[in-house]
């Protein structure tokens, strides 16, 4: 860790949650997962990592990219 600043120990575990799970974002009040689609932006969510990413398959495939 370069950086010597202690930031705040939940933003802190949150932002690497976020970079570690690839774009899927946790969301700890809701209790579920989000995303925003990489083609037309519609934020996406599940409530567990499996769900979303099968979500996001159907998303691109059946609502972004229509069936191609
Ligand atoms: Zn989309």
Request: net charge positive; glycine share 8%; charged share 20%.
């Amino acid at each position: 860790m370069m950086n010597m600043e202690i930031p705040d120990p939940f933003a802190n575990f949150v932002a690497r949650k976020e970079r570690r799970s690839n774009g899927f974002i946790y969301d700890w009040f809701a209790g579920e997962w989000s995303m925003n689609c990489g083609c037309c932006g519609q934020l996406i969510c599940a409530p567990t990592k499996k769900t979303i990413i099968r979500t996001r398959l159907y998303h691109t495939r059946n609502e972004c990219l229509n069936g191609y």
